[in-house]
């Protein structure tokens, strides 16, 4: 991002140039080759630029040990879950990064941010991972959790990876191993959506979404994904959607910790009425993932057998 007149508002800037102006190094730890799929601000990013960054790396795969991608923070986690749940059985490493303070700046992160991104990207690490804040994270793990902190992710349910300080140290029990051939999975549908439960919000509001077309939808419920009961009920809601062949999953607004919807009894009556939990996956994995599920499963069932498969470590 750079800075743009007259109010100095940052916005997209030449990606190419500031690599090699500002921080020529990186050609010291490797041979770059830099390729723009789009520049954008990554509040933008969606299916679409998924699906462009995914045929960008299918094409260059063989012609790289390693593949870089710098990206916006906002929806950083959702391209790196949507990257892992599309290159399965990667064979190198695929590592995203970005910044809090942009490189014009004097003092700013992203310097540092690339500059690890790149040497771990000559590194034995076949998954999609982020890494930020000398930190190494399994990229359908990570969640953003801090907008003004050089440690802006955290991986909540899951250990780090590595870390990058005086060595890079790599916690190689949690890394997969690498495979034989790369799988691809490409394609996104688009019918899913999520809808955040709050105290005395009437699931009546959300009634009309059942007509839209939408195929699964997360309720991200309270603590380990307890369900208002009394004044609003929303069991009706979840029996309404699941009768209508849509997929319901109840996940928890809580950072850290799993669902475990046998713990209350709100939450046993949406499982025996038919709705299914996320665990431990993060919100932002799960909708991604749903998105995926979506273009290949046919039924509400083959939505869950397929939600629940482990493709990428996400479980």
């Given at each position: 991002?750079?800075?743009?007149?007259?109010?100095?508002?940052?916005?997209?800037?030449?990606?190419?140039?500031?690599?090699?102006?500002?921080?020529?190094?990186?050609?010291?730890?490797?041979?770059?080759?830099?390729?723009?799929?789009?520049?954008?601000?990554?509040?933008?990013?969606?299916v679409?630029?998924?699906?462009?960054?995914?045929q960008?790396?299918?094409?260059?795969y063989?012609?790289?040990?390693?593949?870089?991608?710098?990206?916006?923070t906002?929806?950083?986690?959702?391209?790196?879950?949507?990257?892992?749940?599309?290159?399965?059985?990667?064979?190198?490493?695929?590592?995203?990064?970005?910044?809090?303070?942009?490189?014009y700046h004097?003092?700013?992160?992203?310097?540092?941010?690339?500059?690890?991104?790149?040497?771990?990207?000559?590194?034995?690490i076949?998954?999609v991972?982020?890494?930020?804040?000398?930190?190494?994270?399994?990229?359908?793990?990570?969640?953003?959790?801090?907008t003004?902190?050089?440690?802006?992710?955290?991986?909540?349910?899951?250990?780090?990876?590595?870390?990058?300080?005086?060595?890079?140290?790599?916690n190689?029990?949690?890394?997969?191993p690498?495979?034989?051939?790369?799988?691809?999975?490409?394609?996104?549908?688009?019918?899913a959506?999520?809808i955040?439960?709050?105290?005395?919000?009437?699931p009546d509001?959300?009634?009309?979404?059942?007509d839209?077309?939408?195929?699964?939808?997360?309720?991200?419920?309270?603590?380990?994904?307890?369900l208002?009961?009394?004044?609003?009920?929303?069991?009706?809601?979840?029996?309404?959607?699941?009768?209508?062949?849509?997929?319901?999953?109840i996940?928890?607004?809580?950072?850290?910790?799993?669902?475990?919807l046998?713990l209350?009894?709100?939450?046993?009556?949406?499982?025996?009425?038919g709705?299914?939990?996320?665990?431990?996956?993060?919100?932002?994995?799960?909708y991604?993932?749903?998105?995926?599920?979506?273009?290949?499963?046919?039924?509400?069932?083959?939505?869950?057998?397929?939600?629940?498969?482990?493709?990428?470590?996400?479980?």
């Amino acid at each position: 991002m750079v800075p743009t007149a007259p109010d100095e508002i940052l916005a997209p800037g030449n990606i190419q140039n500031q690599l090699l102006t500002h921080v020529p190094e990186i050609e010291k730890i490797a041979r770059i080759d830099v390729k723009i799929p789009f520049n954008m601000d990554s509040s933008d990013i969606g299916v679409k630029e998924w699906n462009a960054i995914l045929q960008l790396i299918i094409d260059s795969y063989h012609s790289y040990d390693g593949i870089v991608i710098i990206h916006g923070t906002d929806t950083m986690v959702y391209t790196a879950s949507a990257l892992s749940f599309s290159l399965q059985q990667l064979q190198k490493p695929v590592v995203l990064t970005g910044s809090q303070r942009p490189l014009y700046h004097l003092r700013n992160d992203a310097r540092s941010n690339l500059i690890d991104a790149i040497e771990l990207a000559t590194m034995d690490i076949p998954e999609v991972v982020i890494v930020f804040g000398q930190t190494i994270l399994r990229g359908n793990r990570a969640k953003k959790i801090s907008t003004t902190s050089y440690d802006a992710f955290e991986s909540p349910n899951y250990p780090p990876l590595g870390s990058l300080d005086l060595k890079i140290h790599l916690n190689n029990a949690f890394i997969y191993p690498s495979r034989r051939k790369l799988k691809v999975l490409s394609g996104f549908e688009t019918k899913a959506s999520a809808i955040h439960i709050l105290p005395s919000t009437h699931p009546d509001y959300f009634l009309p979404l059942l007509d839209t077309g939408l195929r699964a939808i997360i309720l991200l419920a309270f603590g380990a994904g307890n369900l208002p009961e009394f004044s609003p009920n929303w069991l009706p809601f979840i029996e309404e959607a699941l009768q209508k062949d849509i997929a319901i999953f109840i996940g928890s607004q809580s950072i850290h910790g799993a669902t475990d919807l046998k713990l209350y009894e709100s939450g046993q009556k949406a499982l025996k009425a038919g709705a299914e939990q996320l665990g431990e996956m993060t919100s932002e994995a799960a909708y991604v993932k749903l998105l995926k599920v979506l273009s290949i499963a046919q039924s509400k069932e083959e939505i869950y057998q397929k939600f629940f498969e482990n493709w990428a470590g996400e479980f």
